[in-house]
């Protein structure tokens, strides 16, 4: 039985019991929803983003408006699940495994800053969004980071490191990325304001030195199983296409400010970001390969895929403002082969959502959702 089956059955004890089944059995959810499930609104941005950039518009539009209703909604659900299940938060909040989930909060605050930014051009919302990101980041940064530091009993590397924690990096980046994508001095300031955007930049890129510093050496030196390779792996990729991104911005709007020396080191390093994230993409799919194909693991709808998502149509936007940059055009084909396959991977995600969704409000309503859960039948939440 694993992590979220436990957390479900262990939460019957909040459940009113006179309520009618389906109702408890949506309780019951509630009680295991994993804390990254705001990577819906983070691949739902990115990928509204790159099809605006491509012409796409309806489409681009469409995301766009679903986004607004996808966010609130996941607030709603995360602090309605703060209010029943508190003792569920506390103790995903000390879990090496999904703590660090509690960052897609924060990039998804960035995200939708930038889609309302960049597609739907509502500035002044961008600006709010750009204060609530940096607060939600010092409170997930310095709340996460801390209670997995001094938690007494601790996992093995093995068992406690993974794509996901990479979440924090693209949550520090995303700061970055919004604030740029603003191209306004938010700090009444453009020298200070480039100052504080070139630092979230440079200290997201720290982060992911030493975090996958870690995953590397799980991935090599330790025993690999398939189910390891969670869809959050592909933040491997996601993390430093962020960072190219945040970049790639930065390095247009520090012209003209006291940063101004430091445009050929940020491009020079965004480059390098970049080229990292292209050396992650034929791995991850050659492993999926292994993972679903070799190993025979079963391609159902998880959570967790929307962080597959995320990356896909990260690599699309920030490949093409790396062209923008570098005045290399010959990279835009790559960009446009990217936002496909991130529209086309959102569609299939969104459709396996949906689908899960209907089929669990059957099985809930006919009161059969613990067996179905002790079956592994309805158990993305992991």
């Known amino acids: 039985m694993n992590i979220a089956q436990q957390a479900y059955l ?3 004890d909040y459940r009113d019991q006179s309520a009618s089944p389906l109702a408890i059995f949506l309780q019951g959810r509630l009680a295991v929803m994993h804390p990254a499930y705001f990577a819906l609104a983070m691949a739902t941005g990115i990928v509204a983003i790159a099809c605006h950039i491509f012409g796409l518009r309806e489409f681009a539009t469409a995301l766009s408006w679903l986004n607004l209703i996808i966010y609130p909604a996941l607030w709603v659900l995360f602090l309605a699940r703060w209010k029943v299940f508190p003792d569920r938060v506390v103790a995903d909040l000390n879990d090496h495994k999904r703590s660090p989930g509690y960052f897609t909060c924060v990039a998804a605050t960035g995200t939708l800053g930038a889609q309302l930014t960049v597609v739907q051009e509502m500035v002044v919302w961008g600006q709010i969004l750009w204060w609530v990101c940096i607060i939600l980041w010092v409170l997930c940064t310095y709340t996460v980071f801390t209670l997995l530091t001094v ?3 601790k996992p093995t590397l093995a068992e406690g490191i993974n794509g996901g924690w990479l ?4 949550a520090t980046q995303s700061v970055c990325v919004l604030g740029a994508s603003l191209n306004e001095p938010i700090l009444g300031d453009r020298d200070m304001t480039a100052f504080v955007l070139a630092s979230f930049w440079l200290g997201g890129g720290m982060l992911y030195l030493w975090i996958i510093g870690l995953i590397f050496y ?3 030196f330790l025993p690999f199983s398939p189910h390891d390779l969670m869809p959050p792996y592909w933040i491997n990729m996601g993390a ?3 960072s190219t991104l945040a970049g790639a911005l930065l390095s247009g709007f520090v012209a003209g400010t006291a940063l101004a020396p430091l445009h050929p080191f940020i491009l020079g390093l965004t480059l390098m970001f ?5 050396w992650w993409i034929p791995m991850l799919l050659v492993l999926g390969v292994w993972r679903h194909r070799i190993r025979g693991v079963r391609l159902v709808y998880d959570p967790l895929y929307w962080g597959l998502v995320f990356p896909l149509g990260m690599y699309s936007v920030c490949t093409y403002r790396l062209a923008q940059a570098l005045e ?3 990279l835009v084909w790559i960009s446009r082969v990217f936002v496909i396959a991130a529209a086309v991977a959102w569609l299939l995600t969104f459709l396996g959502l949906a689908r899960w969704m209907l089929y669990a409000m059957l099985l809930g309503h006919k009161g059969n959702m613990t067996g179905a859960l002790q079956g592994g039948t309805l158990a993305p939440n992991r």
């Open 240 to 242: 430093v296409a962020i």
């Open 167 to 170: 979440v924090a990096v693209v």
């Open 10 to 12: 262990s939460s019957t």
């Open 328 to 330: 290399l055009t010959q």
């Open 151 to 153: 938690r007494e009993q």
């Open 218 to 220: 799980r991935y090599m």
């Open 274 to 278: 970049w080229a990292t994230a292209t």
